[in-house]
């Protein structure tokens, strides 16, 4: 079996799971912080894959960088997944959650990179506009990258507009280099 064929079984399960309890939305964006978690802290892939921590470690480390407040569906579904040995997988579970969540609640990720903070006005405009054009609900990331000098570059379903200032400026560099 592979990682992706176990990643989207386990997903799956608590996907149900977390429905009957009615906390689906909680368990996505906890899992989201568990995801960030995993690219951040590179050493928590490594103490799950540890053989010397034991299984309530593992526990307590799974549910500390899930963040707060874990619902009982995903602290169960740890617990599953500890006595199952699969938590090398559990970056991969995670993803493939946030996947089905997507699909199951219509959602498209976006991603909104600017100079300077972002106005709440803005941010509703793009939702807006993403809702007309795809029918679906937009989770927006947004991320402030000052070398972009200004403007935006927005990105969602593999489209990219790059209205940024910084990229006027090499358009520009090329045509007199051309």
């Known amino acids: 079996m592979n990682e992706g064929r176990i990643s989207i079984r ?34 928590l892939v490594e103490a799950l894959s540890n053989p010397t921590y034991s299984k309530k470690q593992k526990l307590d480390l799974l549910i500390t960088a899930s963040g707060k407040n874990a619902p009982e569906a995903l602290i169960t579904f740890f617990e599953f997944v500890l006595s199952k040995g699969r938590e090398p997988f559990m970056l991969f579970i995670c993803m493939s959650y946030q996947d089905l969540y997507r699909k199951e609640q219509k959602m498209v ?70």
């Open 10 to 43: 386990y997903a799956g399960a608590l996907y149900d799971m977390a429905f009957k309890q009615k906390s689906e939305q909680q368990v996505y964006q906890q899992l989201i912080v568990l995801t960030q978690a995993f690219f951040t802290v590179p050493e």
């Open 109 to 178: 990720v976006g991603e909104l990179i600017s100079a300077v903070e972002v106005s709440a006005k803005t941010i509703k405009k793009m939702t807006d506009f993403v809702q007309k054009k795809y029918n679906q609900q937009l989770d927006l990331i947004t991320k402030i990258d000052p070398s972009i000098i200004g403007g935006f570059i927005f990105e969602v379903n593999n489209q990219r507009i790059d209205a940024s200032i910084k990229a006027e400026l090499r358009k520009i560099e090329r045509s007199l280099s051309a």
